[in-house]
Each structure stands twice: as C-alpha cells, then as structure tokens.
C-alpha cells in the first residue's frame, strides 16, 4: 500500500538541469522527513539532500550545495529535486526516501535513472 514513485529521470548534457519527483501514497507524507538519495555503479548510496516534514532545513550533500534544491508540497503529498548545473559526477539512479524514526518507519523508492552526457 505504500508507495514512492519518483519520476523526471532521463538524459541530460552536462550543465543542464532536471527535476525529479517523488509521489507519495498509502501513509501520512506530512509528517516524514523526505531525503533523496543516489547510487553511481560501483559507489555506495549517497545522501543527496534533506527535508523536514514541514519543508524547512534543507540539507545537501557538499557534492551539490548550491547546485540542488530540494521542496515538498504536502498538498500534493510530493517530493522534488531540482538539479542545476548537472556534472559527469552526478548520473546515478536517484531515490526517494520517507523517514518517521519515532515511528520506526522508513520507505524506499525504486529510483530514477540520471544520465548526463553530451
């Protein structure tokens, strides 16, 4: 019943820029912090960025700090991630994640593939 779906992957050239989406469906959105994660072939998973359940303190990885925004629309019960100035360190396949701790619940997406290239 639970479900993230992310969206908005594809290719893009280096210093493009995309937005990624996160729907969410089947818990109560506006009170897990939301995350975005990605994985590059042969890497760990990484932590993008951070958000608050109510969309404040954002937090970024120092890879993408002033290049990535990450928002939520709680009306929408939507995760993004707009990605500017897209490097060749940045393709991987990024996911979505809902966080409640107290709760001892955490959901995953299934990823979003992100290709930069020329």
């Known amino acids: 019943q639970v479900q993230l779906v992310e969206s908005g992957g594809g290719l893009v050239q280096p210093g493009g820029s995309l937005r990624l989406s996160c729907a969410a469906s089947g818990f109560t959105f506006a009170v897990y912090a939301m995350s975005w994660y990605r994985q590059a072939p042969g890497k760990e998973r990484e932590l993008v960025a951070t958000?608050?359940?109510?969309?404040?303190?954002?937090n970024y990885a120092d890879s993408v700090k002033g290049r990535f925004t990450i928002s939520r629309d709680n009306t929408k019960n939507t995760l993004y991630l707009q990605m500017n100035s897209l490097t060749p360190e940045d393709p991987a396949v990024y996911y979505c994640?809902?966080?409640?701790?107290?709760?001892?619940?955490?959901?995953w997406g299934q990823g979003t593939q992100v290709t930069v290239s020329s």
């Open positions: 994640r809902a966080d409640r701790s107290s709760f001892g619940r955490t959901y």
């Open positions: 958000v608050t359940s109510r969309g404040s303190s954002p």
